[in-house]
């Protein structure tokens, strides 16, 4: 079947052709710089695999009308341990809000080689820590650079509506043992929940670096 | 007899009897000792500890400092009552960029803090004493390591021989004759020796910047910060001056916040 194109179709084919391909030009060069996300802006758009071979797409989870929580993830980083091992941190607060239209996302953007990278150890960690939630595997780092991920945690909490509305560390206690008293996650859920202004939306994150590639 | 008594000696040095107590890590990656002295020209009422770390090679430590990872020796002590501990003195950090522009502020080799301790009034050392606690810390080198050890001080040590370099690396106040400052609207800009290459290292309570990355290394510095309120700063840390043969000198930065003069509007 061919199309039957006017002139005037033809000519804004041809723009469209023409601002795709800079719009994918501004990406790639833009993928690979690390951002800073403020609350308030976009969340970029993702697509990952996760460590039993599903995809899973933010967009399709904002189309839903989910709200998402991001956790950078190393498998075998003390504050990770900390949050997955010593305690349940993240689990036990993802129990808190699942029934609330809520999910929960760890990313692993440790590349090839590097510390808490791979499959096999991450479908290992998902087992031994008893995820309740799914690890995405982000080895080429564009995801964890598009978010300015830098710290295993690293928290985001993106609306309905695809903005980022928190952007920073699990709770108030950078220790790689002792546990904070104040969960900021949890209180950007709440307010997010009762429609009411989150008081923290940005912290400092802390724990290990994020294993990026070369 | 004469073996029991030399192994009841050397356990009790080990518990830390002599003044020191250090525990090493399983796999080394730090090692800290302790020691409590009384330098010359300090008050009587005064003790110095002197913490000191051997970070295996490769492997380092953070600064207390602004980082974008890491943990820095932190410290919890039981002191006896009345004593008060101040904060630790920290020599200056080295710039350290890993891959996805995460920038820590981190010392290799060996790191030296110093730590001022008050006594009570009426404190008598020949009494005996204890100084109890647990240092915490986490040593990276592409992986982490939590570290932590005891801390039990129960005399005073000699004065170690490189205590005076110990306290030549520590921060000098600013000195004007060397470095100048002034703010152009929301732009700190910091002038040093020529030829010198100066790196600003904020600390935690330091306003919020740009990008530190691309402004805090060159020979001369050009901050930006963000301007919250309409308030840039305050500018708080440290400025190193290397130059080619001579020692790198450390300053405390402390400029207050800097308020933006306003553009008239046209009449």
Known sequence: MSLNLNPLEVDLMRILRLVSLVALLVVMIVGTAVAELAPGEAAPAFTLVDTEGNEHSLQDYLDDGKTVVLEWFN??????????KSARTMDESFAKVSAHEVVWLAINSSAPGREGAGLERNQKAHKAYEMTFPILLDSDGK??????????PHMFVINPAGEVVYNGAIDDNPSPKTMGKSNYVLAALHGLMMNQKIEQASTRPYGCSVKYSK | MTF????LIVASLV????????????????RMTVMAIQPDGQPANVLQLVWRFDIADEWHLYSAGRNDSGFPPTVALELPTSWTAAELQ?????????????????????????????????????????ISGVMSWLACRGM???GEADVLIRSVSDVPADYAEIVSQLPQRWDETVLQSHWDGAVLQVVGPSEAQLTFMPNQDC??????IADGVGPELAVRFQTIAELPGPARGLITIE????????????????????ESSGG
Request: with cysteine.
């Open chain 2, 144 to 146: 982490c390591v939590p």
């Open chain 1, 75 to 84: 498998p075998d980083c003390p504050f990770i341990k900390k949050h997955h």
């Open chain 2, 15 to 30: 518990l830390g009897g002599c003044g020191e107590k250090s525990t090493a890590t399983s796999e080394y990656q730090a």
């Open chain 1, 143 to 152: 995801v964890g650079r598009a978010y300015g991920a830098k710290t295993t």
């Open chain 2, 207 to 212: 306003g919020r910047l740009v990008d530190l």
């Open chain 2, 4 to 7: 029991l008594i030399n192994l």
């Open chain 2, 243 to 262: 130059s080619e043969g001579v020692p790198r000198r450390v300053f405390l930065l402390d400029v207050p916040a800097h308020v933006l003069e306003s």
């Open chain 2, 90 to 130: 920290w020599p200056a950090p080295t710039r350290h960029l890993s891959e996805g522009d995460i920038l820590d502020h981190v010392y290799f080799g060996e790191l030296v803090l110093l730590q001022e301790i008050t006594m009570s009034e009426d404190a008598d050392l020949s009494a005996g004493f204890e």
